[in-house]
């Protein structure tokens, strides 16, 4: 048997970490319990992979992903979690509607020929299973979702509080330490 010794280079290549993001874009990655998009407009906005996303329940009970940008000058359109009936662009008050369609433009002379249907959110793909949303943000590298995940959050389960942070270390090494026991007595 041998041992790996993995390159500390690894942990630092801007390339490497660039080409890990692609990979985790067209992956499911867990983005929120269920239970935080309670009802129809609910909603959460934050940075995920580096890309700014809007997670939405629809009125039809859908959770849909989109890229947090207005079409016309990208500005975020949405800050945190709440419950709104639609979004609108802070920057020229454009306004998208839950399901990420273009609804209003204020002004709209000044967009001659414009078609709103083709002008709508950019959507990512959402998938609500076992009491959890998952967003593969960009072309998935399987065919399907998590077939074989159990529900791993009950239905009635109630999300009640939101605690997030960031901690300056790097990502792999988090991944890692998680998966082995013999830094506890050091580190805890």
């Not at 009970?61 to 940008?69: E, L, M, P, S, Y």
Request: hydrophobic share 35%; aromatic share 8%; proline share 9%.
């Amino acid at each position: 048997s041998s041992v790996w010794r993995e390159p500390a280079a690894n942990y630092v290549s801007p390339q490497r970490f660039e080409a890990e993001l692609d990979v985790m874009r067209r992956v499911p990655m867990a983005f929120c319990p269920s239970a935080a998009l309670p009802d129809p407009g609910s909603y959460i906005a934050r940075t995920s992979l580096g890309t700014p996303l809007l997670v939405v329940r629809g009125t039809d009970g859908i959770v849909r992903g989109f890229r947090n940008a207005c079409r016309h000058r990208g500005m975020r359109l949405a800050e945190g979690e709440g419950c709104k009936r639609a979004f609108s662009c802070p920057y020229h008050a454009c306004t998208y509607g839950l399901d990420g369609a273009l609804r209003h433009i204020p002004a709209v002379d000044g967009f001659p020929g414009l078609d709103k249907d083709a002008h709508g959110l950019v959507p990512v793909t959402a998938h609500e299973q076992g009491g959890i949303v998952f967003i593969t943000q960009e072309a998935p590298l399987s065919d399907g979702p998590l077939p074989d995940l159990p529900d791993l959050l009950p239905s009635d389960y109630v999300h009640f509080n939101t605690l997030e942070f960031d901690d300056k270390a790097n990502w792999k090494l988090i991944g890692e330490t998680s998966m082995e026991g013999y830094h506890i007595r050091a580190l805890h």
